[in-house]
């Protein structure tokens, strides 16, 4: 509070501070291993995906291992963040459905920070609208499991896409879902 009245005086000179989170928050997570990895390459690529089941715009946000950052004070590797180019405006990479999907377990779906990527795109992918683009359509895609044989991975996905948007999910491609 004191470093905004400081240096924001016209906002918050007669701000004073009334909670803070109880907790810290986690930022990365054990990911389970999907029918498909979202890689690196894909969010390079802003890669879209025939079973994509929502769009993601936030960029890679990591911070270094601690072994990352021993080399970087050590003076053997340097934190180059901006290897993880940000996405311009408009520029989105898709989220395929196969990354909710763990492989080898037919009744279970995942959404959030735990799906099938990579640490770097793990960054990108565990912010809130985005894990909530995942839960929705983990949601959707388990009702369509439960109303089959109950595997996951025989979702429709092309159904499952359509639906998406019925409900005002944005999918450029949603009439193409189906791999």
């Not at 906002?11 to 009334?18: E, I, Q, Y």
């Not at 439960?146 to 979702?155: F, I, K, L, S, T």
């Not at 159904?159 to 450029?172: A, S």
């Amino acid at each position: 509070r004191d470093a905004l009245a400081e240096f924001h005086p016209r906002a918050f000179a007669n701000s004073h501070l009334v909670a803070t989170a109880a907790a810290l928050g986690v930022r990365e997570s054990r990911r389970i291993i999907g029918d498909y990895v979202l890689t690196v390459d894909d969010y390079y690529a802003r890669r879209g995906f025939p079973d994509e089941v929502c769009r993601n715009a936030y960029c890679i946000d990591i911070h270094p291992s601690k072994a990352e950052h021993a080399d970087e004070l050590d003076g053997r590797t340097r934190n180059d963040t901006a290897r993880y180019a940000p996405l311009k405006p408009g520029e989105t990479h898709g989220i395929p459905y196969r990354c909710l999907t763990p492989r080898g377990i037919r009744n279970l779906l995942v959404a959030g920070r735990c799906i099938s990527c990579e640490r770097p795109v793990q960054g990108a992918v565990r912010i809130m609208p985005i894990c909530l683009a995942m839960g929705e359509a983990a949601g959707l895609a388990a009702a369509l499991a439960v109303r089959g044989d109950g595997d996951v991975h025989a979702v429709d996905t092309r159904r499952l896409c359509r639906r998406l948007v019925e409900e005002g999910g944005f999918l450029p491609d949603a009439d193409t879902g189906g791999v």
